[in-house]
């Protein structure tokens, strides 16, 4: 494989002695080498399926693992690692910890994984370690997935982008009072909204009048992402 087609939480297939074994990508690091003449590579580690350390390797010695024969489920939760009071974990390609200091289990991404990494909550209070684990997993996929504006900006229901808008790819960005709006390529398609039941969602169906909406949900995250996968024509694999 080349470094090109390595991403984060890819599966794949490490070479051993001992044969192939089925693999998880934790981490790319593009490096440039100086000695040939600024040709880019990449650092790995990957995390193997049988347990043991994480693991730092070449790119020679992965290859793609076909997902027909990947025994591992689609939907599993990271593997996790004991460290310290809590747990640690990897995702999008980012460290995150798991730990409970007796008021609920948090989620923390980015904490001091490499020097100068910045920390942000992801989760707070969940019953149980699985569930903030896979709640954080749902929020970094969906920023992964959707540009998050942090500014509030005005909303397109008059017809007329807000400024600060991209236009490029899915996009969502606070119009005020717990409210946001979703556009894909710069169009209005959906909103979200906090309630007295959690959050609510909708997708604007392709004349502009009707729209589905959701209820009941735990978090932004996955008020948007039901707008991204739903959304009619949506091309939800870009």
Same mark, same amino acid.
């Given at each position: ?12 297939? +490490? #070479? ?5 074994? %089925? #693999?998880?990508? +934790? ?6 080498? #100086? ?9 790995? @580690? ?11 390797? !070449? %790119?020679?010695? +992965? ?45 923390? &991404? ?6 100068? =990494? ?10 149980? @370690? ?7 997993? !749902?929020? /970094?996929? #969906? ?24 236009? *490029?790819?899915?996009?969502?960005? %606070? /119009?005020?009072?717990? @409210? $946001?709006?979703?556009? +894909?390529? =710069? &169009?209005? !398609?959906?909103?979200? $909204? ?9 997708? $604007? ?6 729209? &589905?909406? $959701?209820? =009941?949900?735990?978090?932004?995250? @996955? ?5 991204? *996968? ?9």
């Amino acid at each position: 494989m080349r470094f090109e087609e390595f991403r984060p939480d890819a599966r794949v297939l +490490l #070479a051993t002695r001992a044969g192939n074994v %089925p #693999a998880t990508v +934790l981490e790319v690091v593009l490096v440039s080498d #100086a000695a040939a003449a600024g040709r880019v590579g990449c650092r790995l @580690r990957v995390a193997c399926d049988g347990g043991g350390p994480m693991r730092e390797v !070449v %790119p020679g010695a +992965l290859s793609p693992l076909d997902p027909e024969v990947d025994v591992r489920s689609a939907g599993a939760l990271p593997r996790l690692w004991r460290e310290g009071t809590g747990w640690s974990f990897w995702r999008g390609g980012r460290r995150c910890m798991v730990s409970s200091a007796g008021a609920g289990w948090d989620v923390v &991404e980015g904490l001091a994984a490499h020097a100068g =990494g910045v920390a942000s909550v992801l989760v707070r209070g969940r019953r149980t @370690r699985g569930e903030a684990v896979a709640e954080g997993v !749902v929020k /970094i996929d #969906a920023r992964a997935a959707m540009r998050f504006h942090p500014q509030v900006m005005a909303s397109m229901r008059g017809g007329q982008a807000p400024a600060g808008l991209v236009g *490029e790819g899915w996009e969502v960005w %606070p /119009i005020g009072g717990s @409210r $946001y709006e979703v556009a +894909l390529s =710069g &169009e209005l !398609v959906g909103f979200a $909204y906090r309630a007295g039941d959690g959050w609510r969602a909708g997708t $604007y169906c392709v004349d502009g009048l009707t729209w &589905e909406s $959701y209820r =009941g949900l735990p978090h932004l995250e @996955r008020a948007v992402m039901l707008v991204r *996968e739903e959304f009619p024509f949506a091309d939800v694999d870009d």
